[in-house]
């Protein structure tokens, strides 16, 4: 259970990260600035992940398989930024951007997790992502209800499909090093790797590029895209252990999700005018359930508590009503 733990720890950095990409993503004048953007937060994390490989000294270099996998993290995470800070340039609702481009990713990763990685897949579980995805639309499709033009939808397209792929290949790298009896790949070489193939990214969309020099991003918005940046470290240091934890591809982001739906959703609403309503809060509940379906080691520990506690006297109690005595060892 080790992974949920990091899985929280990354839905709250996913959702600061959304907020920063937001105000970005609504103050750059071009596209070419995205990608200066994007290129930005790629340095952050190519810089933060060279200093953590010193400071606890490990060597810069990784075995192959582990080198492939970083660099095509990096270009699968500049594909994602990118998409992401398109999106909110766009006018996208932060809530259904996050939904469209983040939440439907547990379809094609249970999917993924199931023939892929031969997780175990089974009707419960069906029904725990069929809860967590009806929770998601509680949370994000009214916005997709507004007027106005939804060029977003694409960009929030490319984002999921950017993101389905981050959750493969840390998934993948993990499955890599354990086939070959390898020590974990350690963050710091993941980060550094990542994002050198980020600022590759940056430098080449600058090849055929117009000039950005002669519109610069604001120091403020620069101050943000690097905090950005130092989310993006945290996110991919909890992302990657939580899969060497062996977290289920399948269901990883069912902790994950409410805890980045309900932040992002409260920043859209402070910052950016975004509705929330009832409909918004009860789809957050609904990820509760969704996980103790789900999650394999989670489910026994419900059902005993449910038989232990008896939980239909608690609902005697809220009446007013007398119960009877419970049993320990009493059962459905």
Not at 82 to 99: K, V, Y
Not at 157 to 178: E, N, S, Y
Not at 226 to 232: D, Y
Not at 234 to 243: G, I, N
Request: hydrophobic share 55%.
């Amino acid at each position: 259970m080790e992974w949920i733990l990091w899985a929280l720890n990354e839905g709250f950095f996913m959702a600061l990260m959304k907020i920063g990409q937001g105000i970005v993503g609504r103050q750059s004048p071009t596209l070419w600035h995205i990608i200066l953007a994007t290129g930005i937060t790629g340095a952050v994390m190519m810089i933060v992940g060279f200093l953590i490989v010193i400071r606890q000294r490990k060597p810069v270099y990784v075995p192959d398989g582990y080198l492939m996998g970083s660099l095509a993290s990096g270009l699968v995470m500049f594909g994602a930024t990118f998409c992401a800070f398109a999106a909110l340039r766009a006018g996208a609702d932060m809530g259904a951007n996050t939904f469209v481009g983040n939440a439907l990713v547990i379809l094609p990763t249970t999917f993924i997790g199931r023939w892929s990685f031969s997780e175990r897949v089974g009707v419960r579980q069906w029904m725990g992502v069929a809860l967590g995805l009806a929770g998601a639309v509680c949370v994000t499709v009214p916005a997709l209800g507004k007027g106005g033009e939804h060029v977003w939808i694409a960009w929030s397209l490319g984002t999921l499909a950017f993101a389905t792929l981050m959750r493969v290949i840390p998934k993948q790298i993990a499955k890599w090093g354990d086939a070959r009896a390898l020590p974990p790949l350690h963050p710091g070489q993941m980060l550094f790797w990542g994002g050198a193939s980020m600022m590759l990214c940056m430098l080449l969309g600058f090849a055929g590029g117009e000039d950005v020099r002669r519109d610069v991003l604001a120091p403020t918005l620069i101050g943000i895209i690097i905090a950005v940046g130092l989310c993006n470290v945290v996110w991919w240091w909890s992302r990657l252990r939580a899969f060497q934890a062996r977290a289920p591809i399948a269901i990883k982001d069912l902790p994950s999700l409410p805890i980045y739906l309900a932040t992002a959703s409260v920043a859209g609403t402070l910052f950016f005018g975004d509705e929330m309503g009832v409909i918004k809060v009860i789809g957050l509940l609904m990820f509760l359930p969704a996980f103790f379906l789900a999650e394999e080691q989670a489910w026994p520990h419900c059902t005993r508590f449910l038989v232990r506690y008896r939980w239909w006297n608690w609902l005697l109690r809220f009446a007013g009503k007398p119960t009877p005595p419970v049993s320990v060892r009493a059962g459905f």
